[in-house]
């Protein structure tokens, strides 16, 4: 039986605990399909499945259609969490930042570079984790994992994957929560590893907000508590 409040240590066991999860099975070297296509977007094949791509070519060069996420359009033109409100897939972050109350500074001017998990990234958490992050009392502790997922400034796959290449193949990325993620590249794919050193792998990347960018992850990254 799960107790309803944990304590801050027993609620950084249940993240660390899982954040390991994230971590795919050995896989055989990715194959690669690009190149513009009129309206479409641009797919790699990962150790983790599909990989999207927020950049849609055109060949036309003219209008290019929204990138979807969640099966909804993300527009330029409106904010994160303006964004995120109509992704079917992100509706459990969404939730965890209304409980935050991080509406405001999300939808704020930034620009923020946000590692948004799916509805399914927070699933893979330890029974009852989320429950307790949620409970207005954990607010401290749901503000600090949340804001693990954000970096000030924007930040695209290239200047990303630049940093990377920079550092020797890992670029340490200083968060809003103040703790740092090592990010790296395996098989092309970007893999963010948290304090613990669980992984969680961008599964779209460069989702162009107007006061930001996003790229989805396929895990919950887990700072320290206390």
Partial sequence: MI??????????????????????????????????????????????????TGVQANTNATATAPVMVGGAPMLPTATIVANASKASNLTTLVKAVQA????????????????????????????????????????????????????PGKLDSAALKAQVEAGGGTATLTTV??????????????????VGGGKSYVTQYDVEQSNGVVHVVNGVLAPKLG
Wanted: glycine share 8%; net charge neutral; hydrophobic share 40%.
């Fill in 100 to 151: 935050a109350d991080l509406t405001a500074t999300l939808s704020g001017p930034g620009p923020f570079t946000v590692f948004a998990p799916t509805n399914e990234a927070f699933g893979r958490l330890a029974p009852g984790t989320l429950d307790t992050l949620l409970k207005p009392e954990q607010k401290p502790s749901l503000t600090k994992v949340l804001t693990y997922h954000v970096v």
């Fill in 177 to 194: 929560e103040g703790q740092p993620i090592k990010a790296t590249l395996e098989n092309g794919a970007l893999v963010l590893t948290d």
């Fill in 3 to 52: 107790r309803a409040t944990l304590s801050t240590a027993a609620l950084a066991l249940s993240l660390v605990g899982t954040a390991y999860a994230q971590t795919p099975p050995a896989q055989p070297a990715p194959t690669a399909t690009t190149g513009a296509r009129t309206g479409t977007t641009a797919t790699v094949t990962t150790p983790v499945g599909t990989v999207q």
